[in-house]
């Protein structure tokens, strides 16, 4: 029996170091298990940095960068992570934002490229996430981010090779420049078949009534 075809393409901006993003990726899953083409859906993860001024070498406690952004104390930015670590334990993810460390993540991103280059990038988000959110790793460091990658079942001297050097700059970099085209300014942001958008970890309803809506404007365009 063929594979059905591929009618709804799901294009995901995000960041490893951005709580929403897992949530978002979370309730998209959701949606994808109510859908009723889910066969049909191909979805594309996408490079976002949201703090590429971040200096590369530089790790910095989430609560202290977070209480320098939004100009408060660190106790404030403490009970914003509470507040989104409540939210994510209703989708089945134990936050720990309290001991996450912020990096500059352009290495992470690229690794994400040479997964999706292997047919795992999605398994390469999930990872990264987990890993940055729920495990409090530090993503910029060599070996972890082997370890990481070797984990989903990349070969770890291809994945050694490429977190040492510049491979996939130029994907990231690509990815980054066509966020600023379409106007996405923070993320997770998720591009249906480049005709219909939704921006934010929206509840799981509002991604199946996009996923619904661009399956038949693809049905109807092919017709």
């Given at each position: ?8 393409t799901?294009?995901v901006?995000s ?15 959701s949606?994808?298990e109510?859908?009723?083409h ?14 590429p001024?971040?200096?590369v070498?530089?790790?910095q ?12 104390s660190?106790?404030?930015a ?10 994510a ?6 936050y ?5 460390t ?6 992470a991103?690229r ?10 990038g999605d398994?390469?988000?999930e990872?990264l ?23 989903i ?9 490429v ?7 130029r994907?990231?970099?690509a990815?980054?420049a066509?966020a600023?085209?379409?106007g996405?300014?923070g ?9 219909f958008?939704v ?5 799981v309803?509002?991604?199946l009534?996009?996923?619904r ?8 365009s092919?017709?």
């Open positions: 029996m063929n594979a059905p075809d591929r009618t709804v799901v294009e901006w960041d490893i170091v951005c709580p929403w993003c897992y949530i978002g990726k979370r309730r998209l899953e949606a994808l109510q859908f009723e889910a066969a049909e859906v191909e979805v594309v993860w996408r490079s976002f940095q949201l703090d001024t971040f200096p070498g530089v790790r406690p989430v609560p202290e960068m977070l209480a320098e952004k939004i100009g408060g660190v106790e404030q403490r009970r914003m992570n509470a507040e989104i670590t409540e939210l334990a209703q989708e089945g993810l134990a720990d934002l309290d001991r996450a912020m990096v500059n993540t352009v290495d991103h690794l994400t490229h040479l997964a999706r280059a292997h047919g795992l398994a390469a988000h990872r996430l987990r890993a940055q959110l729920v495990e409090a790793q530090v993503l910029d460091d060599v070996d972890t981010l082997v370890r990481l990658g070797v984990e079942g990349l070969p770890e001297q291809e994945t050694r090779r977190v040492l050097g510049n491979d996939y700059v994907d990231v970099r990815d980054l066509e600023r085209a379409l996405v300014s993320v997770p942001f998720f591009v249906l078949n480049r005709a958008a921006s934010g970890a929206q509840p309803g509002t991604f009534s996009a996923l809506a661009a399956h038949e404007h693809a049905r109807e092919a017709a």
